[in-house]
């Protein structure tokens, strides 16, 4: 029986692609984060620290793509190891500013460099103009996404 015009060809569905690299780039960033006792979503919370400092842990949650309430246990776990710090009161609203410790800093630069190289790995069949132009290519699929789910 044909399989024809049922579903979508996996080989060529960029949706099924793009899955494919990101659990692929997941796999590989976990495997270099898992002897620096850091998962990706522990890497990607410290990172967004340090390039946005005082995020609530909704934003945070969000810039991490996990929930609210596994990001709360992650800054709770990363609060109780000097990872971050969290004021006992909210200064405005009910919103918890965190913030990177020396500790934290020192670990994200190591995490930072470990996932750089598995960016670097991932990158090096591509030249860079391949890979300027997948960057301008995925930019543009998210941003129709974003639009379009705003459309709805």
Request: hydrophobic residues 35%; proline residues 4%.
């Amino acid at each position: 029986m044909s399989q024809e015009g049922v579903g979508v060809d996996l080989e060529t569905s960029l949706g099924y692609l793009l899955k494919e690299a990101s659990s692929a780039l997941r796999a590989a960033m976990e495997e270099v984060l898992r002897p620096l006792g850091m998962s990706v979503t522990h890497y990607s919370c410290l990172e967004l620290l340090a390039q946005r400092p005082g995020l609530s842990n909704s934003e945070l949650a969000r810039g991490a793509f996990v929930t609210r309430q596994t990001m709360n246990v992650l800054l709770q776990t990363l609060e109780r190891d000097g990872y971050v710090t969290r004021p006992a009161k909210a200064p405005v609203g009910k919103a918890l500013p965190t913030r990177l410790t020396p500790r934290g800093r020192r670990s994200l630069e190591k995490a930072s460099t470990a996932v750089r190289s598995i960016e670097a790995k991932m990158l090096t069949r591509l030249t860079e103009t391949e890979q300027s132009d997948a960057s301008r290519i995925l930019q543009s699929m998210i941003h129709s996404l974003h639009r379009d789910n705003k459309d709805a």
